[in-house]
């Protein structure tokens, strides 16, 4: 059975994109791919980071389930955890029976278009908590912990500043708010005078 000894904090951070939609249940965890990555999706969003997997013999991906990795963490307190398709840590599990997505077809293209979008806001607040995850930051003390790079309507890529071996992608959500220029010039001229 293959083992795998990964950082916490990536299971983490991938935890908060795994869907608990029961439908697609194939996207309810985290993918383990073979190529040396991590991979959780909801369809809305999406987080990806390497794994080290040298010295571990080829292996079939798996995906280990959500309700299992949640067992798995609490409580724990280590930096690194093991991982294998029938246990999370500590916690024994069966991998989720079904094909995770092709994931790495969503990914935006090297030519970002720098074109501003919009998106969920719950889903921005998220990626600054993966952010701060990865590099073990306080709240307080996190900063700058993801930066959307836009794309338009099109998936925007997300890069975490501190840590160079993950990355997310974040689905833009269309707007129908009137014109921001004219919606921003009739509520300053409401708002009283300084």
């Not at 129908?176 to 300084?194: C, F």
């Given at each position: 059975m ?5 950082e916490?904090a ?8 795994a ?7 194939y996207?309810n965890g ?68 079904g ?15 720098g ?31 993801a ?11 997300v890069?975490?500043?501190d ?32």
């Open positions: 293959t083992t795998i000894t990964i916490t990536k299971i983490k951070a991938a935890l908060i994109c869907s608990n939609d029961q439908i697609r249940y996207i985290v993918y383990v791919d073979p190529r040396g990555y991590i991979v959780s999706t909801d369809g809305h969003r999406l987080f990806c980071a390497r794994i080290d997997l040298s010295g571990v013999p080829a292996f079939d991906g798996w995906i280990m389930p959500r309700d299992a990795i949640k067992r798995a963490l609490t409580c724990y307190k280590f930096d690194m955890i093991d991982i294998a398709p029938d246990r999370i840590g500590d916690i024994a599990c069966r991998s989720v029976n094909t995770f997505p092709q994931w790495e077809r969503v990914l935006p293209s090297h030519d970002l278009s074109e501003i979008a919009q998106f969920n806001s719950a889903y921005v607040a998220d990626l600054g908590e993966i952010g701060r995850i990865l590099t073990g930051k306080r709240k307080a003390d996190a900063g700058l912990t930066h959307i790079h836009h794309n338009g309507e099109a998936p925007a890529g890069t975490f500043p840590c160079k071996d993950a990355f997310a992608v974040l689905m833009p959500i269309r707007s129908n708010h009137t014109d921001p220029t004219s919606a921003w010039t009739d509520l300053r001229k409401a708002a009283p005078t300084i």
